[in-house]
């Protein structure tokens, strides 16, 4: 195998990083045999979820660690280098590789391809100490996970998605992202979220699919027919219980820049190849945070003006159940649980449409 091949091969099983709603906010560019970038765009303008950009870098922190565990199959050991001239909405970054014979092969390398987000109940059965204590080596020592096991803490924790849900399905500028991230009557999508994969039954996913034409008609059914309930019930509530644990991944020192929330990222993502790794499956959880952040920060986020009262009363419900400080440093949240993988998902733009031309071909 060439080094092309090889750098072909790395960044074909980068591609199947997660990103949020499957946007997949980054495109390739090789530059020379081992030496590739990353130009990342963060979907902030248009995502009422990107705040700051922080979930598409959680996204690019992702990819990275991603490519670096691909690129060890070659025994390649990968340099990172963060374009500091590169806009911070749109960062490049360059992947510089070198063959190192002694780098042992990644042990998460085979569970890349494998890893996907399960949005079905799962098992309540626990996790036992071994498996706690994998995760908990995942994320590194500079982040700590906090556990809600228990029927008490599950129900705690699937009220707050319940009530975090009720914020997503009225917000409009909330319908707009839905409305352009689900594929209808699919069972897989090459660059968005198919909608069986969403976790509804077939009755209700019609409904959403005909209260999806316009915001017009969700108005309608949220204000006269409890339109709400149902998701709410099959995607948040219920879930919520029927799983083993939730966890809060919680950065030690305060993030801050876009370099703290890749390394988050980087994280995260070795914590989700060693779920699928010990047989578990995982959903991320992230609207709590994001609108708890609002709320922190005291930014307008909606023409609602019902909006930045509810985000408000999520973060307090938030703040009870994981605490002050753990709210403010969290950086991930989700559930995890035992049970099968699930059967439909999201899949990946091809390689060649994530490729851009190489830069000196594009100048001549
Ligand atoms: C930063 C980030 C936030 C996410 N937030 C959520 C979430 O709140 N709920 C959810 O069901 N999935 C969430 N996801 C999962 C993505 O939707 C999923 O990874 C993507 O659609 C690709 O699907 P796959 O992971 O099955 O390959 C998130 C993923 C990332 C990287």
Not at 137 to 142: D, H, M
Not at 195 to 206: E, F, H, I
Not at 319 to 328: E, F, K, R, S
Request: charged content about 20%; proline content about 5%.
């Amino acid at each position: 195998m060439t080094s092309d091949d090889k750098l072909r091969r790395i960044l074909d099983l980068g591609r199947w990083a997660p990103s949020g709603d499957n946007t997949q906010p980054w495109r390739f560019e090789i530059i020379a045999p081992m030496h590739a970038a990353v130009h990342g765009f963060d979907t902030r303008e248009h995502c009422v979820y990107d705040l700051d950009g922080h979930s598409s870098q959680i996204a690019f922190g992702a990819l990275l660690e991603t490519i670096a565990i691909a690129a060890s199959q070659f025994g390649w050991q990968l340099s990172i280098t963060h374009r500091q001239e590169s806009p911070e909405s749109r960062p490049v970054f360059d992947l510089y590789f070198e063959a190192k014979p002694d780098l042992a092969v990644d042990p998460l390398l085979s569970y890349i391809e494998r890893r996907t987000v399960q949005r079905r109940p799962m098992s309540t059965r626990a996790l036992n100490q071994d498996q706690i204590r994998a995760l908990e080596n995942a994320v590194g020592p500079n982040f700590s996970l906090v556990w809600k096991h228990g029927f008490k803490n599950k129900l705690a924790t699937a009220m707050l998605l319940f009530r975090s849900a009720k914020l997503r399905l009225t917000l409009p500028e909330a319908f707009e992202v839905h409305r352009s991230v689900i594929e209808w009557q699919a069972q897989f999508s090459a660059d968005k979220i198919p909608d069986q994969a969403l976790g509804s039954d077939p009755l209700t996913t019609r409904v959403m699919r005909f209260a999806m034409h316009s915001w017009e008609r969700v108005h309608f059914l949220n204000r006269f027919l409890a339109g709400t309930w149902a998701p709410r019930l099959q995607l948040d509530l219920l879930p919520g219980l029927s799983c083993a644990a939730h966890f809060l991944m919680v950065a030690h020192q305060s993030p801050k820049t876009m370099d703290d929330y890749i390394e988050a990222g980087r994280r995260m993502q070795r914590l989700w190849l060693t779920v699928t790794q010990l047989g578990l499956s995982m959903q991320p959880e992230i609207t709590p945070l994001v609108f708890s952040r609002y709320a922190k920060d005291g930014r307008t986020f909606s023409r609602e003006a019902f909006a930045n009262a509810s985000a408000r009363q999520i973060r307090d419900e938030m703040q009870m159940l994981v605490g002050a400080q753990n709210c403010d440093q969290a950086v991930f949240m989700g559930r995890i649980g035992h049970g099968p993988a699930a059967t439909s998902r999201s899949l990946r733009r091809p390689l060649d449409e994530l490729l851009l031309p190489n830069a000196s071909a594009r100048n001549v």
